[in-house]
């Protein structure tokens, strides 16, 4: 590259410089002064250039570098002078060919031609990227003579690009690869085992009663453990094999190059075996096993092949049974399709208006006077009919409905108690899911605003579990309920885990004790001394205690000569619809015309007696038979009139063997 004088351009000596600039003159004294001195202009542009630059010749041998350059490098000017520049590159990168492509300059090392983006390695062996880029300095005759390198350094950018990118296949609570990231690496992995003829085999994971301890610890104790879940899983599993966070409580592991399924299950064991060590969460001790349904296959769809293990999981838990391992054997059993369908349905019933609420009465034991109800929900299936709370709860748990439940449940049972007589309390249970949500304060006052209900006529039921870990926002909101008026009552007491830390965490007004308690109490000593320790406990606290699941009256007189106050049961009611404020008008609109219609009836009876009377004409005798023939209507001496018979008093039949009437 040559650059001489002549080929400055002058500006005229009658033009006049722009606004703000220097004058041509000066302009042209500082062209002429870096012209008649190269090196300061090489100084200027190259050797005291921010951009890390570099002279290198037609095979890539470094001959001048710049400061900048030594900086980005990590080296010192000796190191790098006369040396290729292949000294900068990342030696995990592949080498580059010597054939150039169409286009590039055959005459220069493979490593000036890669423009772009690239990455390098520093001194100290750090990683960093640069946008490099080149241009060749010709001789006069047009023969390259060097190249100038420049490397812009992009690391802050491209560590950008690449934390988005890992944002998205990442699940930031774990750190495991996500349902997104699953994908991919699931169809790489099945076109690689079919190469190789080995299997994918999948491992889908599905904690047992993690919600109970999210419900109950709170969210953060639930995020901590679920973050030491994928740690063992992460460390348990071969190099190849790839941990993924499907969401929730979910897990799956996939394990790729597998033989059989006898490997595939010794894996699930494994893993098993790695939950069953205690975790630690703030000073408690949990136990926690997984659910876990397998399946193996190489020539299968990826979609097809995550269905397959989430069904194999489904049957794991489907009857509750805890740290179970299923394989997958075909396609979706028939139990399995019903109950997507009963998911999906469920989605639609709230909005179709198919959930009922029945009630169950609650009553005193020295009278058996009626005190309250308890409200108990059923779905009113379009075509499976009426079905109680235990065929829909998991399918609701499933699709995250159960605090859109339980917001109807309370509203609904506040709006059919403010239409009870006063003195009736209704009691609707609470599940620490729905108690620990934010706005469930105000939900429980909307409730009792919309409805009129006194809040001192609501009881709201929870669990002592419930009450023994509740986090600090179900504290909060239970004080604020119970600042309102609402009452506390603490159900399937003696069940949990610790009956007196339960009652001192929260203000409880009422303790049911268990059904499981009191159904042996006539029989078995052991369960008699239960409940008599019960009923004691909750009488020195000064508690009401209600009694659950009484049967038969053996039972309630065993309980009201121990001191129970309260009882319920199907002994003296099952739970059964009540009408509502709506439906006790609508029933007196329809009574009264009825009543109307009924007199009408009465009065014209009455005529058609007062005239048989007085024409005293014979009427039906004893045994019934007509005493008049009507075969020819067209000789009586009177329009016919409806069939009589006189019942003597006496007559009535005996009906003490009847069922007993509603």
């Given at each position: 590259?040559?650059?001489?004088?002549?080929?400055?351009?002058?500006?005229?000596?009658?033009?006049?410089?722009?606004?703000?600039?220097?004058?041509?003159?000066?302009?042209?004294?500082?062209?002429?002064?870096?012209?008649?001195?190269?090196?300061?202009?090489?100084?200027?542009?190259?050797?005291?250039?921010?951009?890390?630059?570099?002279?290198?010749?037609?095979?890539?041998?470094?001959?001048?570098?710049?400061?900048?350059?030594?900086?980005?490098?990590?080296?010192?000017?000796?190191?790098?002078?006369?040396?290729?520049?292949?000294?900068?590159?990342?030696?995990?990168?592949?080498?580059?060919?010597?054939?150039?492509?169409?286009?590039?300059?055959?005459?220069?090392?493979?490593?000036?031609?890669?423009?772009?983006?690239?990455?390098?390695?520093?001194?100290?062996?750090?990683?960093?990227?640069v946008q490099q880029s080149h241009d060749v300095v010709h001789r006069s005759t047009g023969e390259p003579q060097f190249a100038v390198l420049s490397l812009v350094d992009v690391t802050d950018r491209r560590r950008a690009e690449e934390d988005l990118v890992r944002r998205a296949f990442t699940d930031p609570l774990t750190g495991l690869p996500n349902r997104r990231a699953l994908t991919d690496r699931l169809a790489h992995a099945l076109a690689l085992s079919r190469r190789r003829g080995l299997q994918v085999g999948l491992v889908h994971l599905d904690l047992d009663r993690f919600?109970?301890?999210?419900?109950?610890?709170?969210?953060?104790?639930?995020?901590?453990?679920?973050?030491?879940?994928?740690?063992?899983?992460?460390?348990?599993?071969?190099?190849?094999?790839?941990?993924?966070?499907?969401?929730?409580?979910?897990?799956?592991?996939?394990?790729?190059?597998?033989?059989?399924?006898?490997?595939?299950?010794?894996?699930?064991?494994?893993?098993?075996?790695?939950?069953?060590?205690?975790?630690?969460?703030?000073?408690?001790?949990?136990?926690?096993?997984?659910?876990?349904?397998?399946?193996?296959?190489?020539?299968?769809?990826?979609?097809?092949?995550?269905?397959?293990?989430?069904?194999?999981?489904?049957?794991?838990?489907?009857?509750?049974?805890?740290?179970?391992?299923?394989?997958?054997?075909?396609?979706?059993t028939e139990d399995e399709v019903d109950l997507l369908q009963l998911e999906t349905d469920l989605r639609r019933a709230l909005e179709e208006d198919e959930l009922r609420l029945f009630y169950q009465p609650i009553v005193s034991l020295s009278d058996e006077t009626l005190l309250g109800y308890e409200a108990l929900i059923r779905w009113q299936h379009p075509t499976r009919g009426l079905?109680?709370?235990?065929?829909?709860?998991?399918?609701?748990?499933?699709?995250?409905?159960?605090?859109?439940?339980?917001?109807?449940?309370?509203?609904?049972?506040?709006?059919?108690?403010?239409g009870w007589p006063a003195g009736l309390r209704v009691h609707v249970n609470v599940s620490a899911r729905h108690l620990a949500e934010e706005g469930f304060t105000r939900l429980v006052a909307d409730a009792l605003d919309e409805s009129g209900l006194p809040p001192e006529r609501l009881e709201l039921e929870i669990t002592e579990s419930t009450a023994l870990f509740a986090a600090e926002a179900t504290l909060q909101a239970v004080q604020e309920v119970t600042e309102r008026g609402v009452t506390l009552a603490l159900d399937d007491?003696?069940?949990?885990?610790?009956?007196?830390?339960?009652?001192?965490?929260?203000?409880?007004?009422?303790?049911?004790?268990?059904?499981?308690?009191?159904?042996?109490?006539?029989?078995?000593?052991?369960?008699?001394?239960?409940?008599?320790g019960l009923l004691?406990?909750?009488?020195?606290?000064?508690?009401?205690?209600?009694?659950?699941?009484?049967?038969?009256?053996?039972?309630?007189?065993?309980?009201?000569?121990?001191?129970?106050?309260?009882?319920?049961?199907?002994?003296f009611g099952r739970p059964a619809p009540l009408p509502s404020r709506a439906d006790t008008t609508?029933?007196?609109?329809?009574?009264?015309?009825?009543?109307?219609?009924?007199?009408?009836?009465?009065?014209?009876?009455?005529?058609e007696l007062e005239a048989v009377v007085a024409e005293d004409l014979p009427v039906a005798g004893g045994d019934g038979i007509d005493l008049i023939a009507l075969e020819d209507d067209d000789d009586l001496p009177f329009p016919p009139r409806p069939f009589l018979k006189v019942v003597d008093d006496t007559d009535e039949p005996d009906r003490s063997g009847d069922e007993p009437r509603a």
């Open positions: 590259m040559t650059l001489s004088a002549p080929h400055v351009p002058r500006p005229r000596a009658d033009q006049p410089g722009e606004r703000g600039s220097a004058p041509a003159g000066t302009r042209l004294r500082a062209i002429d002064t870096l012209l008649a001195d190269r090196g300061q202009m090489f100084r200027a542009l190259f050797l005291s250039s921010p951009v890390p630059k570099a002279l290198v010749d037609l095979d890539g041998h470094l001959l001048v570098v710049n400061d900048a350059l030594c900086a980005l490098a990590g080296r010192g000017m000796d190191d790098m002078v006369g040396r290729h520049v292949d000294l900068l590159a990342h030696p995990d990168d592949a080498p580059l060919p010597d054939a150039p492509a169409p286009g590039e300059d055959a005459a220069l090392d493979p490593w000036l031609r890669q423009d772009g983006e690239r990455r390098l390695r520093r001194a100290d062996g750090t990683e960093l990227w919600q109970a301890v999210n419900d109950t610890l709170g969210t953060e104790a639930g995020d901590q453990l679920l973050s030491q879940v994928a740690d063992r899983l992460r460390w348990s599993t071969r190099v190849e094999d790839t941990a993924v966070r499907l969401g929730a409580d979910e897990f799956l592991i996939l394990a790729e190059d597998v033989e059989d399924l006898d490997g595939l299950r010794a894996l699930a064991d494994r893993l098993l075996a790695v939950l069953d060590d205690p975790f630690h969460l703030g000073g408690r001790e949990i136990v926690l096993s997984a659910s876990v349904g397998l399946t193996l296959g190489s020539d299968v769809a990826p979609d097809d092949l995550l269905k397959q293990a989430h069904s194999a999981m489904t049957r794991a838990k489907r009857d509750g049974s805890q740290g179970r391992i299923e394989v997958h054997d075909g396609g979706l079905l109680p709370p235990g065929a829909f709860l998991d399918a609701a748990e499933n699709n995250r409905l159960t605090s859109k439940l339980g917001a109807w449940v309370l509203r609904r049972a506040c709006t059919d108690a403010a007491f003696g069940t949990g885990y610790s009956a007196i830390t339960a009652l001192h965490r929260l203000p409880i007004h009422t303790v049911k004790i268990d059904r499981s308690f009191v159904a042996g109490v006539v029989r078995e000593p052991s369960s008699a001394a239960l409940v008599q004691q406990l909750g009488q020195g606290m000064g508690l009401q205690v209600i009694a659950e699941g009484i049967e038969d009256l053996d039972q309630a007189e065993w309980l009201r000569r121990h001191g129970c106050a309260m009882a319920q049961g199907y002994a609508s029933a007196e609109v329809i009574v009264g015309k009825a009543a109307e219609e009924a007199a009408a009836v009465l009065e014209a009876v009455t005529g």
